[in-house]
């Protein structure tokens, strides 16, 4: 059972260039998260989906970051214009329906440096 | 505002020994406890999670000891071995919130021969 797939694994660019992540959840799950992972700040939800729609989106740091998930089996979550400070792992996670107990499968994540 | 603190920031033991690792919460409506733990280069994995109505859950080498009145709760690793060296994050969840976690900062355990 393929778990979650983000591409690509590591990213390096110059400021001002247009990010792109993407992520492939695990089928049938319902609900996709978005997380950055830094030294200073830990792990942080940005953003989380239910079905498809963007339900808590109070974690995106400012306009710069957008997110989207056109059907379920693809979201990306984009950056546009970058600056260093975006420089952070980025995990994408997958949970299936249900209350307590449900996991977060995470995928491995995407290093991005901005230069 | 940081809502769940975990201690210490790294930790090292030596194989065979008992790591244990403390977080602490403020918010009384969170229900959900989980902790994860992360390789290099790897996502977070889910270890093992307790709920508020139990002061105790075991698994295998792992157990959450919980103390509601102090909002507190705990992970013991027993028997510690090498392939546990990782990072480990508590987490916190308010119900009804499709399991929105709230991290802790995380403790780099480093178990020694």
């Known amino acids: 059972d393929a778990g979650v797939i983000q591409s690509p694994r590591h990213e390096v660019t110059e400021m001002g260039q247009e990010v792109t992540l993407r992520c492939k959840p695990i089928s049938g799950h319902d609900y996709l998260f978005w997380y950055r992972q830094t030294m200073m700040r830990g792990l942080e939800l940005l953003i989380y989906f239910n079905n498809n729609v963007p339900i808590d989106d109070s974690g995106m740091p400012e306009d710069r970051f957008s997110a989207k998930m056109p059907n379920a089996s693809f979201s990306t979550l984009k950056i546009q214009p970058s600056e260093p400070r975006d420089s952070a792992v980025y995990f994408c996670a997958s949970r299936p329906r249900g209350l307590w107990g449900q996991p977060q499968h995470f995928g491995d994540g995407t290093r991005l440096s901005i230069l | 505002q940081q809502q769940v603190k975990q201690s210490p920031q790294s930790l090292i033991v030596q194989k065979g020994g008992i790591s244990i690792i403390n977080c602490a919460y403020e918010?009384?409506?969170?229900?959900?406890f989980p902790w994860y733990q992360q390789f290099p280069g790897k996502g977070p994995a889910l270890l093992i999670a307790?709920?508020?109505?139990?002061s105790e859950k075991k698994e295998g080498r792992f157990t959450i000891s919980f103390n509601k009145s102090a909002k507190q709760f705990s992970l013991h690793i027993m028997d510690s071995q090498p392939g546990d060296s990782a990072t480990y994050f508590c987490?916190?969840?308010?119900?009804?919130?499709?399991?929105?976690?709230?991290f802790g900062t995380g403790t780099r355990l480093q178990v020694t021969l």
């Open positions: 307790i709920r508020p109505d139990v």
């Open positions: 918010n009384t409506a969170f229900d959900y």
């Open positions: 987490a916190a969840a308010l119900a009804g919130t499709a399991s929105k976690l709230t």
